[in-house]
């Protein structure tokens, strides 16, 4: 029990670790030095995730990675909206 | 079974997704736009993944979910070292 609280703590890190990345991107406006095939793969990767996470949840286990790789998931994609949009202004 | 795939290939491509985030940075040794913050939160939300995924191994089971989460853990290790070392160059 003890080491699932692990990966819920570690979880909810790693959803939250990216809201100091998006901060900064809407500060500078700068996104030259992130790799758009990064994001894109991190994208794919945690959306494949995404569909093992709700199949958990459709038998009853795994909320609480199925709400921190949603967080995931929406904030990578406002991290690729944010590249799309300022990539021209590098 | 299909979906427990799912993580499989998602975790896989999340973890050789960071590549191409660590040869631009190799290639342009420009660091500028990554957030240091961020990446020490990834460095410690997949490191506590990492005890989970260890107490798992020790169970017999989640060998895959063991090797995906490392190769992560030391991909982030490396992207956090390539930010110390550039850092000044910006």
Redesign the interface.
């Given at each position: 029990m003890i080491?699932?609280m692990?990966?819920l703590?570690?979880?909810?890190?790693?959803?939250?670790?990216?809201?100091?990345?998006i901060?900064?991107?809407i500060r500078?406006k700068?996104?030259?030095?992130?790799?758009k095939?990064?994001f894109?793969?991190?994208f794919?990767?945690?959306?494949?995730?995404e569909?093992?996470a709700v199949?958990?949840a459709m038998e009853g286990v795994g909320y609480a990675f199925l709400i921190t790789n949603s967080m995931s998931l929406v904030l990578i994609m406002f991290i690729l909206f944010l590249i799309f949009l300022y990539r021209n202004r590098d």
């Open positions: 080491f699932a692990f990966q703590i570690g979880g909810v890190i790693l959803s939250f670790g990216w809201i100091p990345q901060l900064q991107i500078t700068s996104v030259k030095d992130l790799n095939k990064t894109w793969l991190l794919i990767g945690i959306g494949l995730m569909v093992y199949s958990l």
